[in-house]
T-cell receptor, first 111, second 115 residues
Framework: QKEVEQNSGPLSVPEGAIASLNCTYS??????FFWYRQYSGKSPELIMF????GDKEDGRFTAQLNKASQYVSLLIRDSQPSDSATYLC???????????FGDGTTLTVKP | GAVVSQHPSWVICKSGTSVKIECRSL??????MFWYRQFPKQSLMLMAT?????????EQGVEKDKFLINHASLTLSTLTVTSAHPEDSSFYIC???????????FGPGTRLTVL
């Protein structure tokens, strides 16, 4: 079992719809959770981070964390074709040190 | 926002030569930098963790004598691919952990092609 699991996709949604990306992790000691977006041929860019249980909203993006279920998700509202990318989930135990990345979910938003 | 640069952005070299890739945090100090490798359509693979002033910690299966990492200052880490071979052709990405801020910032990556 991988430490961080994501559905590889591809996940396809129509423009304007809500895209839901899911991630589960195995280390119960994980404290920090991150979502990155990676366009093809580019390096990852940080979209959001979340540390506490519940929801965190930033514009069209909402991260949801449930530590009891070891589950973190990213919702993208009003999806745009420009959101088409691979989304990486990452978890970290403490404030420093390496993060463990999932393999990513490829999202395609169709016009 | 925090900016991490990499140089060069792409490099083509002959088999057997060595290639140095620089990673700089431009507007913050990075006590820790990470080096990743990513093959086409595959996930990020962490190669090593680099702390300023100390030896890098390599992930299992990564040859430390082939991938030399130097983290000489709080803003610069270098990765040298020694005696490069075609199978080393990949996208190499560094990231920096900003001290006091729990976020990891990625450089734009370096595409290495070994002929």
């Amino acid at each position: 079992q991988k430490e961080v699991e994501q559905n590889s996709g591809p996940l396809s949604v129509p423009e304007g719809a809500i895209a839901s990306l899911n991630c589960t992790y195995s280390d119960r000691g994980s404290q920090s959770f991150f979502w990155y977006r990676q366009y093809s041929g580019k390096s990852p860019e940080l979209i959001m981070f979340i540390y506490s249980n519940g929801d965190k909203e930033d514009g069209r993006f909402t991260a949801q964390l449930n530590k009891a279920s070891q589950y973190v998700s990213l919702l993208i509202r009003d999806s745009q074709p420009s959101d088409s990318a691979t989304y990486l989930c990452a978890v970290r135990r403490g404030n420093a040190g390496k993060s463990t990345f999932g393999d990513g979910t490829t999202l395609t938003v169709k016009p | 926002g925090a900016v991490v640069s990499q140089h060069p952005s792409w490099v083509i070299c002959k088999s057997g030569t060595s290639v140095k890739i620089e990673c700089r945090s431009l507007d913050f100090q990075a006590t820790t930098m990470f080096w990743y490798r990513q093959f086409p359509k595959q996930s990020l693979m962490l190669m090593a963790t680099s702390n300023e002033g100390s030896k890098a910690t390599y992930e299992q299966g990564v040859e430390k004598d082939k991938f030399l990492i130097n983290h000489a200052s709080l803003t610069l880490s270098t990765l040298t691919v020694t005696s490069a071979h075609p199978e080393d052709s990949s996208f190499y990405i560094c990231s920096a952990l900003r001290w006091g801020v729990n976020e990891q910032f990625f450089g734009p990556g370096t595409r290495l092609t070994v002929l």
